[in-house]
């Protein structure tokens, strides 16, 4: 393994971590052992209270900084202030690169600042080998790339490589709770609107490794994460129509699809929230699928249904699961909701952590 290097199109490697010093090593050695050398390795160390420091001095090759536990926006945004290359490369302390990923995103940037390079990512399940689990394919055209990446993400930070210009141009990660578990997508939203061309890399380059302490297990987080990304990028659009069609989409069809899953995802976060007995924060769910469009039905009956509950036990024990309070009002299914039938149909938001 060869220690970073400087070149013509340089690479920052941000790597956050949070009590994952196991997985570190692992994780560096994969940038190191990249066929494009890379500029730097910045360790960034969301607080962690385990050996994660200790673990990154000795590897002797990253440039580690420890900061107060904020996130993993925070952290990456600590990460761009300290980089130097002319791209970023997201890498979180779990996930590995092909040896050639970084070259494949590189060459496919080909030296330019406004574009924003991504590749295939496959799944792998801890412990287990990184080629055994399902690939995250991109969609074979770019029309169907901006389509998924509108209505519910294209894939995990290691599988895209922007520029430092433009990250720094758009203020990098949201680490606001409004986006807090997707403000990854939110931060590629922005860089699309600021006029970045996306350039597919038809290949898997990177390794997500999936398990039981990923960030994406909080449900209800990554709902309402999902709904703001997605409420913010149908008000990007207001006025955009000429340029939302030079994507090859449809602007009409993207903006019910839209109002429909930002609906879908507050009411589905609403049903959760009443199992746990959180009535307050499941009327907030049920509101804001309100005032995503003028009419909604479904919410105004699970408000409607929902306010004896509350009423009476607000602040008292939950309902158990199943009971009253639940019987009336299964999860929305986000495909059984879209109006209108799009070319290359959909898929599930990528979860994040």
Same mark, same amino acid.
């Given at each position: 393994?060869?220690?970073p290097?400087?070149?013509?199109?340089?690479?920052? #490697?941000?790597i956050?971590c949070? *009590?994952q010093?196991?997985?570190?090593?692992?994780?560096?050695?994969?940038?190191?052992?990249?066929?494009h050398? #890379?500029?730097? +390795?910045?360790?960034?160390?969301?607080?962690?209270?385990?050996?994660?420091?200790?673990?990154?001095?000795?590897?002797g090759c990253?440039?580690?900084?420890?900061?107060?536990?904020?996130?993993p926006?925070?952290?990456?945004n600590?990460?761009?202030?300290? @980089?130097?290359?002319?791209?970023?490369?997201?890498?979180?302390?779990?996930?590995?690169?092909?040896?050639?990923? +970084?070259?494949?995103?590189?060459? $496919?940037?080909d030296?330019? !600042?406004?574009?924003?390079?991504?590749?295939?990512?496959?799944?792998?399940?801890h412990g287990? @080998?990184?080629? /055994?689990?399902?690939?995250h %394919?991109?969609?074979g055209?770019?029309?169907?790339?901006?389509?998924?990446?509108?209505?519910?993400?294209?894939?995990?930070? #290691?599988?895209?490589?922007?520029?430092?210009?433009?990250?720094? @141009?758009?203020?990098?990660?949201?680490?606001?709770?409004?986006v807090?578990?997707?403000?990854?997508?939110?931060?590629?939203?922005?860089?699309?609107?600021?006029g970045?061309?996306?350039?597919?890399?038809?290949?898997?380059?990177?390794?997500?490794?999936?398990? %039981?302490t990923?960030?994406?297990?909080?449900?209800?987080?990554?709902?309402?994460?999902? /709904?703001?990304?997605?409420?913010?990028t149908?008000?990007?659009?207001?006025?955009?129509? !000429?340029?939302?069609?030079?994507?090859?989409?449809?602007?009409?069809?993207?903006?019910?699809?839209?109002?429909?899953l930002?609906?879908a !995802?507050?009411?589905? $976060?609403?049903?959760?929230?009443?199992?746990?007995?959180?009535y307050? !924060?499941?009327? =907030?769910?049920?509101? *804001?699928?309100?005032? *995503?469009?003028?009419?909604?039905?479904v919410?105004? =009956?699970g408000?409607?249904?929902?306010?004896?509950?509350?009423?009476?036990?607000?602040?008292?024990?939950? #309902?158990?699961?199943g009971?009253? @309070?639940?019987?009336?009002?299964?999860?929305?299914?986000?495909?059984?909701?879209?109006p209108v039938?799009?070319?290359?149909g959909?898929?599930? /938001?990528?979860?994040?952590?």
């Amino acid at each position: 393994m060869r220690a970073p290097q400087k070149n013509e199109n340089s690479v920052s #490697v941000i790597i956050p971590c949070y *009590r994952q010093g196991r997985f570190l090593p692992e994780s560096v050695a994969s940038v190191l052992k990249q066929t494009h050398p #890379v500029h730097e +390795i910045i360790v960034v160390d969301d607080g962690s209270d385990d050996d994660t420091g200790d673990v990154a001095r000795k590897l002797g090759c990253v440039k580690y900084i420890w900061k107060k536990n904020g996130g993993p926006a925070s952290a990456r945004n600590v990460g761009i202030a300290e @980089a130097s290359g002319k791209y970023l490369m997201f890498l979180d302390s779990d996930d590995l690169l092909h040896p050639e990923a +970084i070259e494949w995103l590189v060459n $496919a940037a080909d030296g330019r !600042e406004d574009v924003l390079s991504t590749m295939h990512l496959r799944f792998f399940d801890h412990g287990m @080998a990184i080629d /055994s689990g399902p690939v995250h %394919p991109l969609p074979g055209t770019l029309p169907d790339i901006y389509k998924q990446l509108f209505l519910h993400n294209l894939n995990a930070p #290691v599988a895209f490589l922007p520029s430092r210009k433009s990250v720094q @141009a758009v203020g990098g990660f949201d680490p606001s709770p409004d986006v807090d578990a997707c403000e990854d997508w939110d931060l590629w939203m922005k860089l699309v609107f600021a006029g970045a061309e996306i350039r597919p890399v038809h290949k898997v380059g990177a390794f997500y490794r999936q398990h %039981p302490t990923s960030h994406s297990r909080n449900k209800i987080k990554m709902k309402r994460s999902r /709904s703001n990304v997605r409420f913010r990028t149908r008000q990007a659009m207001a006025g955009r129509e !000429e340029w939302v069609r030079g994507l090859g989409l449809d602007f009409k069809k993207m903006h019910v699809m839209l109002t429909r899953l930002m609906q879908a !995802e507050h009411q589905d $976060a609403a049903y959760w929230l009443r199992q746990e007995g959180k009535y307050n !924060e499941a009327l =907030v769910q049920y509101y *804001r699928s309100m005032s *995503r469009s003028k009419v909604n039905t479904v919410a105004l =009956v699970g408000i409607l249904k929902l306010l004896p509950h509350w009423l009476a036990h607000g602040r008292k024990k939950p #309902v158990k699961a199943g009971g009253a @309070a639940g019987a009336h009002m299964a999860p929305i299914d986000d495909a059984k909701l879209q109006p209108v039938a799009v070319e290359g149909g959909s898929r599930d /938001s990528l979860a994040h952590r």
